[in-house]
Nanobody
Framework: QVQLVESGGGLVQAGGSLKLSCTVA??????MAWFRRAPGKGREAVAC????????RYSYAVKGRFTIAKDNTKNMLYLQMKSLKPEDSAMYYC???????????????????WGQGTRVTVSS
């Protein structure tokens, strides 16, 4: 069983930075991703990363501002967020694919395991 626990959310001013972390409790490495859900909106992909090679992809909305990283030795997933905008305010979730998959995915339906989320609020 994989357990994912996000941390690092909070309140930040527009233009500021924040780093989210996701602790992965499990025996395998996983291809993983960050998703977010803003109030009144559906869940959207933010970034994904492959299981071991570090290949990453980003949504158009965050490309160039956010960086996803993975430390398999510590079983941690990170999301460094810079130049934050009020529209980045959302609950952020980390997610993991089944351990058989190596490639990252921006499709929420391709993720088996989810954390409870950490809230990010960006004030204008």
């Amino acid at each position: 069983q994989v357990q994912l626990v996000e941390s690092g959310g909070g309140l930040v001013q527009a233009g500021g930075s924040l780093k989210l972390s996701c602790t992965v409790a499990g025996s395998d490495n996983y291809a993983m991703a960050w998703f977010r859900r803003a109030p009144g909106k559906g869940r959207e992909a933010v970034a994904c990363i492959s299981r071991t090679s570090g290949v990453s992809r980003y949504s158009y909305a965050v490309k160039g501002r956010f960086t996803i990283a993975k430390d398999n030795t510590k079983n941690m997933l990170y999301l460094q967020m810079k130049s934050l905008k009020p529209e980045d305010s959302a609950m952020y979730y980390c997610a993991a694919r089944d351990h058989l998959y190596t490639a990252g995915s921006l499709d929420e339906n391709e993720h088996e395991h989810w954390g409870q989320g950490t809230r990010v609020t960006v004030s204008s």
